[in-house]
């Protein structure tokens, strides 16, 4: 999947029109899978396997942002960056509009797996938003949640206090 260069919505990758706004399309651009593999073996070295006596969650169970948070790799020192880049480009995926993506007031809590800060970015109608409280998990087991857009305000909150 990608996203449609006029209206952002999402839309197959080989798409040379876009299903909603009829716009042409760039040519899909074939994945270097070098890259790909050493992106992998990174992140495997950075975050290092999550011990055997770890449980995933249930299938079909809706864990919280929190319970997903404690059994995230704990990194520390310079790990602490790594979390950032990762997060940063995860929470990147879930906006309408990734390039006007703008951050304030980020942290890595320390030991933690997760970024918390501020994001702003263009909606589906090229508005900014506004910022909005986000916490990102570096993993992709982990969620985004945005508050008030992917999670609501009063569970945001509680998750807010508890993690960042």
């Known amino acids: 999947m990608k996203r449609c260069v006029k209206c952002a919505e999402k839309i197959q990758s080989a798409a040379e029109v876009c299903r909603f706004c009829q716009a042409p399309q760039p040519p899909a651009k074939k ?5 790909i593999g050493i992106a992998a073996i990174i992140g495997v070295i950075a975050f290092g396997k999550i011990s055997s006596g770890d449980k995933a969650p249930e299938e079909g169970a809706t864990a919280s942002i929190a ?3 404690s059994a995230a790799p704990k990194p520390s020192g310079p790990s602490a960056y790594k ?4 997060a940063l480009q995860r929470l ?4 309408k509009d990734p390039d006007s993506m703008t951050t304030r007031n980020i942290s890595v809590p320390v030991g933690a797996g997760y ?3 501020e994001v702003n970015s263009r909606n589906g109608f090229g508005g900014m938003t506004g910022y909005k409280r986000f916490i990102a998990g570096a993993a992709s ?3 985004v949640a945005i508050d ?5 305000s009063l ?5 807010w206090q508890d993690l960042c």
Do not use: R
Request: overall charge negative; charged content about 20%; hydrophobic content about 40%.
């Open 83 to 86: 979390v950032e880049i990762m």
């Open 92 to 95: 990147k995926d879930s906006l």
């Open 115 to 117: 970024l918390c800060g």
């Open 155 to 159: 569970e945001f909150q509680k998750s």
């Open 31 to 35: 994945g270097n899978f070098a890259l």
């Open 67 to 69: 319970a997903t948070a």
């Open 141 to 143: 087991t982990m969620p």
């Open 148 to 152: 008030g857009e992917t999670m609501e």
